[in-house]
């Protein structure tokens, strides 16, 4: 197997090949992390299911291509839902939590009054 066909080795801190890391260069590490899951999907289409991606017609040529570019749009788009839902979720985690919090310190205060009230009525009787 070829290591450079793998896609995500072909990021560089120098992705334009200029000889320095430039401003220049942060557009292009943006577009590889955004056709980062298309191009993976192709490479093991390629290497696991050369059949498929025969049918396809796809292969490693086509990185950063159409193909690649609507399955990382649809990859991109699910993650972003499911970080949505997971945000939501854990919102909703915290607030039941703290009003469990806020219950059981006021009954632990309610407890410790009572408690003392009890105390301060034994010691004058």
């Known amino acids: 197997m070829n290591p450079a066909a793998l896609p995500w080795m072909r990021f560089a801190a120098d992705m334009n090949g200029d000889g320095a890391v430039t401003i220049r260069d942060l557009g292009l590490w943006a577009k590889h992390a955004y056709f980062l899951p298309g191009d993976s999907l192709l490479w093991f289409l390629v290497t696991y299911l050369r059949p498929v991606a025969r049918f396809l017609e796809v292969g490693t040529e086509d990185y950063q291509g159409f193909f690649s570019g609507f399955v990382s749009a649809f990859a991109w788009f699910v993650a972003l839902v499911l970080l949505g839902v997971v945000h939501d979720r854990t919102v ?3 607030r039941f939590l703290a009003g469990h919090i806020r ?3 006021a ?6 009054r009572v408690l003392r009230n009890r105390w301060r009525g034994r010691l004058w009787l």
């Open 107 to 112: 009954e632990a205060l309610r407890r410790v």
């Open 92 to 94: 909703r985690a915290a």
């Open 103 to 105: 219950r059981l310190r």
